[in-house]
């Protein structure tokens, strides 16, 4: 009984949070305010590990695998893609301030130019473009092969996601409204497992919390069998509640990235890394 | 054999008329077992994604478990509601209405009604 208590409570605060018009910061400060009543002995740099820092167990069987990271190749490979020239010459060094070297942590921004959000893959491919090469796929493959590398350049930057404008927070919103909305055939939202939940099992998966979500990717999952960005976990939890993915990098996607990034600020890239 | 094939169906009868007058259907020989089946389903109920239920492995703790559901809802119509749309308790609720949202049929939702019941 005590326990149906604290989910109604848990449940009526983020209704709260859901439909009030905050501003970002506030947002940030009541789910971080949220998390410590939930976890008080959480470090705050610990939230990086995802559900790593939450239990004991599970966490002597992930530093295992970290001991022989399996996406140590895919730095290297990524480092090879990285500098090897275009056809023109050019590497994509030329498209980044410094050299494209630890500058992971300044992504997603807002560009003032096209009103849209930027992520660090859609930088690679509108780089590739430029100097006439083709896109490459999204998620797995070597686009996450060359993300694994820019942010292991960037690991330990503090993530500092920036809202500098109307069209800039209003695309935030887009992204907030999208984690709090209900979706899918089972009508659950992202906020209903990761912070109404958070720490608690869904079957036998325990649930992490939303800050952190945007610190450590790419991720290698063996259930993916390589290395996969943030998007593509997106379409993994969406088909978990029998909800309809959004297209890789589309507006959807970009907003809820940058939503999320932002509920990650302050805390210290920790890409790539492995997950269960 | 025959005999008890014969009260069966007689049963089902007489459950099939009742549930013309009365809600919730009153339950026929087999809907425990059943409705066990449907809810342990990943497909269907999965209800042991977030609750405790007797007889299940490695539940989720979301819920609270499902345990003494006859004292907790000595009106069984009650119970349904829960099931067929918790939404109409909990605004906020993460567990899906699995009547209104059609994820189970009627006569499913009233075979986990009474296996829930039994517990």
């Known amino acids: ?276 | 054999m025959r005999k008890a094939m014969k009260l069966v169906m007689a049963a089902s009868v007489v459950a099939l008329v009742m549930s013309v007058t009365i809600t919730p259907a009153t339950a026929v020989a087999g809907d425990v077992e059943e409705g066990k089946v449907i809810a342990f389903d990943r497909q269907k109920g999965n209800c042991l994604a977030c609750h405790a239920i007797e007889g299940g492995s490695l539940p989720g703790n979301i819920g609270p478990p499902l345990v003494q559901m006859k004292s907790r809802f000595p009106d069984k119509a009650k119970l349904r509601d829960q099931i067929f749309d918790p939404t109409r308790n909990n605004p906020n609720t993460i567990m899906p209405p699995f009547g209104k949202l059609d994820l189970l049929t009627a006569e499913e939702l009233r075979k986990v009604v009474e296996f829930v019941y039994s517990l």
């Open chain 1, 1 to 276: 009984m005590r326990k149906i208590g604290s989910i109604v409570v848990a449940g009526c605060l983020l209704g709260v949070a859901a439909s009030t018009f905050a501003a970002p910061e506030d947002d940030l400060k009541s789910l971080q305010k949220f998390y410590k009543e939930r976890f008080p002995d959480l470090k705050q740099d610990e939230y990086v590990n995802g559900v790593y820092a939450l239990d004991a167990g599970l966490r002597e069987q992930w530093q295992a695998i970290e001991d022989f990271p399996p996406y140590e190749m895919d730095i290297d490979e990524g480092k090879k893609l990285f500098e090897t020239p275009f056809k023109n010459g050019k590497t994509y060094g030329s498209c980044f301030e410094k050299g494209g070297i630890s500058i992971a942590h300044k992504y997603p921004y807002f560009d003032a130019k096209t009103g849209k959000v930027v992520t660090l893959e859609q930088a690679v491919n509108d780089c590739r473009k430029t100097n006439g090469e083709e896109p490459l796929p999204w998620y797995k493959g070597k686009i996450a092969q060359i993300m694994s590398y820019m942010n292991f350049t960037s690991r330990g930057n503090v993530i500092k996601v920036d809202i500098p404008n109307d069209a800039a927070r209003q695309a935030y919103e887009q992204g907030r409204k999208y984690y709090f909305a209900r979706r899918g055939q089972l009508n659950m939202s992202c906020a209903h497992c990761h912070i109404d939940n958070a720490g608690r099992r869904i079957r036998a998966d325990l649930l992490s919390p939303a800050i952190g979500h945007a610190a450590h990717w790419p991720v290698y999952r063996s259930d993916w069998g390589a290395v996969g960005t943030l998007q593509m976990r997106f379409d993994g939890c969406n088909k978990q509640v029998r909800a309809k993915a959004a297209a890789p990098q589309s507006d959807e996607y970009r907003n809820l990235e940058y939503f999320i990034t932002y509920m990650s600020n302050g805390l210290p890239l920790a890409g790539p890394t492995s997950r269960k």
